[in-house]
């Protein structure tokens, strides 16, 4: 199967930064995005940030010019620098990842990380 592992959420003041890493490993053939979600108390997980196969990127309204997501020197990191951040960026951040398996004629799945809080006081 497919592990996702995030890391990099904490607490900071706002407008300040912070960059969140996610890495997915396993038996993976392909993959054909990685993307970040978060989700607040008491609201829907929302997307945030999302990276396709051949590099393309889309943004939520909020994330816009603010954050970016970019990927490492493997298809299978990805990166979300945050900055200017703001008190209602405080949430949840998940790492998901649409990955193909090795060995199997299926199409891709989704994969979601454990998640990382991030804390952005006024």
């Known amino acids: 199967q497919v592990q996702v592992v995030e890391s990099g959420g904490g607490s900071v003041q706002a407008g300040g930064s912070l960059t969140l890493s996610c890495t997915a490993s396993?038996?993976?053939?392909?993959?054909?995005?990685m993307a970040w979600y978060r989700q607040a108390p008491g609201e829907e997980r929302e997307m945030v940030a999302v990276?396709?196969?051949?590099?393309?990127?889309n943004y939520s309204r909020s994330a816009e010019g603010r954050f970016t997501i970019s990927r490492g020197s493997a298809d299978n990191t990805v990166f979300l620098q945050m900055n200017n951040l703001k008190p209602e960026d405080t949430a949840v951040y998940y790492c998901?990842?649409?990955?193909?398996?090795?060995?199997?004629?299926?199409?891709?799945?989704?994969?979601w990380g454990q998640g990382t809080q991030v804390t952005v006081s006024s």
């Open positions: 998901l990842s649409s990955a193909a398996l090795t060995n199997t004629p299926n199409g891709p799945s989704d994969y």
């Open positions: 396993g038996s993976i053939s392909r993959i054909y995005v």
């Open positions: 990276m396709h196969s051949g590099s393309k990127t």
